[in-house]
């Protein structure tokens, strides 16, 4: 097993994808606090308005007590950037995609032969892999999290930044840490059922984008009898989790729902692994 | 007898599709088995079997006369189909990966593995851009790792050059005859395949129809007169008692193959003649190898 994971991890090391899906990641950070910027300075009608592309509705910033629009960046801060950037997919999406890589191109390039034909368990070979991929998604969304810390100092200023609920912070970088975990195996268990690569990517990004629409569906048909499904869907956990005013009934429903899909997630995962041949 | 390989009715069935019917092979240690048969004939399946690749339907097997298989594969190198490798590393960083994944201590392995191949010059280039053959090593190389007892490689010289095929078949040759490592092989180059292989199974439509030493193989092609007459058991005796011939076989009706005194043929068929047989044809037959199999897997292009 430590063989195994010594050579995944080196794996990982190796794969420049990663690192381009990082640089990405950081790159979106950097465009959503200049379209934030923007706003600012459509607001204060220093640009026009439609300046690249870029549309502000009239009621976008709230007026503040002077009467002119409140600052988009002062409104929302560090953590509400860091919530666009879990919460609104982008995360998500550039995850979906460097787990979908890391996982199917064993199948796709036949490596993962190398390693069944060399009499490790499928158990170990599965859970070999399943460690990195966890590492990856936390040192991806800790590097997207830190990187929106630190842009915060020059595009906020000192001031604004220092003003910066920083335990509000820790416990929503913290559950999305822990969402991201669970989240990493249901695309695992994707790149596993699939072996595909394109098949692969396409799904997990519809599950992220297009199962919350269904959660919100059944909630309406569940409606009568009390019954939210999107209470329990780790997705819609990662897209509703508050920033602030965390309540004990959020915290332990998150921790619960997190465990119970990783561990549906990695379980299917290597059943499935285990019962079907290698290609 | 001690096996490397032990297989009892062996079957794959893909949905009505049965791939591998019933394959009790049989390698013995030491062997190099030429495993031959037609393009879809189950070949790779069943090796893909053997390594662990593919869960069969029914049947046993045996490594090493054990059936612990997840252990003895320890001892398995494969080169199965395309070889499995990363095409955004180099061939050092992919051996790296395995010699990690094997637990390895030694460092050095890499790059003796790479000379060994040799693939010791191809520095940074990624296997993307190797040649069929380069990879074709390279797999070669990843099998080798860990010096295996049993090799299981499935067309393993398709895609090299001449100069290629011949540096594989002395290595396949030099590591069975060196280190006794075992070796179960496919091949579509049946010339290359008997200049190495000590047995064969041939396989057809999933069945092992025959296995056999390769020294029942010369003898299976050997060169005869083949005597096309009207009354088969007539002329038997006829050879027997006026040319003194003992070595000769009825293949078919009206069919006698006569493996000796070949050089007084003349001297047959005029006995044969003056005797009153119909000696409708006479001649000087004989197979290579590759028409022996022909004939066994019917006939048809081995592809």
């Known amino acids: 097993m430590i063989n195994l994971l010594s050579a995944e991890f080196y794996k990982l090391r190796k794969s420049k994808g990663i690192y381009i899906g990082v640089l990405v990641a950081a790159a979106l950070v950097l465009l959503l606090y200049g379209s934030l910027v923007m706003i600012d300075k459509i607001n204060q009608g220093e640009i026009a308005n439609g300046t690249a592309g870029v549309i502000v509705s009239p009621n976008a910033g709230d007026a503040g007590a002077s009467g002119t629009p409140q600052s988009m960046l002062q409104e929302i801060g560090v953590i509400g950037v860091l919530q666009q950037m879990f919460g609104g997919h982008f995360v998500g999406i550039i995850a979906a995609v460097l787990v979908s890589i890391f996982v199917i191109r064993e199948h796709s390039a ?53 003003a910066t609920a920083w335990e509000d912070v820790v416990v929503y970088i913290g559950l999305q840490l822990m969402f991201g975990a669970a989240v990493a195996a249901i695309y695992m268990l994707v790149g596993e059922l699939t072996r595909n690569l394109a098949a692969g990517i396409s799904v997990s990004i519809g599950a992220l984008m297009f199962s919350t629409t269904l959660t919100a569906g059944l909630d309406l048909v569940f409606h009568q009898m009390e019954i939210e499904p999107s209470k329990y869907w780790v997705l819609d956990l990662v897209a509703a989790c508050p920033t602030v005013d965390f309540s004990a009934e959020f915290l332990v429903r998150s921790v619960l729902v997190s465990a119970v899909w990783f561990m549906i997630a990695a379980a299917l995962g290597v059943l499935h692994f285990k019962r079907t041949d290698v290609k | ?259 000796d005194g070949l050089d007084n043929s003349w001297i047959m068929n005029r006995e044969l003649v003056e005797n009153g047989i119909h000696l409708k044809e006479s001649y000087l037959a004989g197979q290579d190898l590759e028409g022996y199999f022909m004939d066994l897997l019917g006939g048809a292009s081995n592809d």
């Open chain 2, 1 to 259: 007898m001690d096996y490397a390989l032990n297989t009892d009715g062996i079957t794959k069935i893909y949905g009505k599709h049965t791939v591998v019917d019933h394959v009790s092979m049989h390698v013995k240690k030491g062997d190099i088995y030429g495993f031959i048969g037609k393009n879809g004939a189950g070949k790779t399946t069943f090796m893909r079997i053997v390594a662990g690749l593919a869960a069969p339907a029914a049947g046993s097997m045996e490594l090493f006369g054990s059936g612990d298989l997840e252990m003895q594969r320890q001892r398995i190198g494969t080169l199965i189909e395309q070889p499995g490798l990363y095409g955004t590393m180099t061939a050092r960083d992919n051996l790296e990966v395995v010699r990690r994944s094997l637990g390895i201590a030694r460092k050095q392995t890499v790059d003796e593995m790479l000379e060994f191949v040799g693939l010791s010059q191809t520095g940074k280039k990624k296997v993307k851009n190797f040649s069929l053959g380069m990879k074709q090593r390279l797999g070669i190389a990843i099998a080798l790792f860990r010096s295996p007892d049993f090799l299981i490689l499935d067309e393993p010289i398709n895609g090299l050059d001449p100069e290629g095929i011949k540096e594989v078949r002395d290595l396949l040759s030099k590591l069975n005859r060196e280190k006794q490592i075992t070796i179960l092989i496919s091949s579509h180059i049946l010339g290359e395949l008997s200049k190495i292989a000590t047995s064969y199974g041939i396989i057809k439509e999933g069945v092992l129809i025959e296995e056999f030493a390769a020294e029942d193989l010369e003898s299976r092609c050997r060169r005869c007169v083949k005597l096309v007459v009207d009354d088969a058991q007539r002329a038997s005796a006829i050879l027997e008692e006026k040319c003194h011939i003992t070595e000769f076989d009825v293949p078919e009706e009206g069919v006698i193959r006569v493996f």
């Open chain 1, 110 to 162: 036949g490596t993962i032969k190398n390693l069944v034909g060399k009499g490790y368990s499928r158990f170990a070979i599965f859970t070999a892999k399943m460690i990195p991929v966890l590492m990856l998604m936390l040192v991806f969304e800790s590097v997207v999290a830190l990187v929106t810390i630190c842009l915060g100092i020059p595009f906020m200023g000192w001031e604004l930044f220092a």
